[in-house]
Nanobody, 123 residues
């Protein structure tokens, strides 16, 4: 069992940057692949990025490739999402999630979720 808590959201201008953090409880954090998703009002939850348990592999949704970077520090039980060149279209609630395997894109493959953090990008 792992519990997740996101932080770092806020209001930023078009072109700005934010770094989200997701702190996990439990002693088995490194055994989980971690994902980031986002959900804007009236839209489905969208895959953003995922990283393997070791941190050695990652992949991204098409809309954020080249702008966002996912990383993790297993000694701190934390996963990060560095977001650069933010656009108004990135405005959403961002969630971190844990999965027992690496390679999932769909939210229903992730077993544990944080409560989300709001990111708002103003034009």
């Amino acid at each position: 069992q792992v519990q997740l808590r996101e932080s770092g959201g806020g209001l930023v201008q078009d072109g700005g940057s934010l770094r989200l953090s997701c702190a996990a409880s439990g002693r088995t954090f490194s055994s989980y692949a971690m994902g980031w998703f986002r959900q804007a009002p009236g839209k489905e939850r969208e895959f953003v990025a995922a990283i393997s348990g070791s941190g050695g592999a990652s992949y991204y949704g098409d809309s954020v490739k080249g702008r966002f970077t996912v990383s993790r520090d297993n000694a701190k039980n934390t996963v990060y999402l560095q977001m650069n060149s933010l656009k108004p279209a990135d405005t959403a609630v961002y969630y971190c999630a844990a999965a027992v395997r690496f390679g999932y894109y769909h939210h229903y493959d992730y077993n544990h979720w944080g409560q989300g953090t709001q990111v708002t990008v103003s034009s």
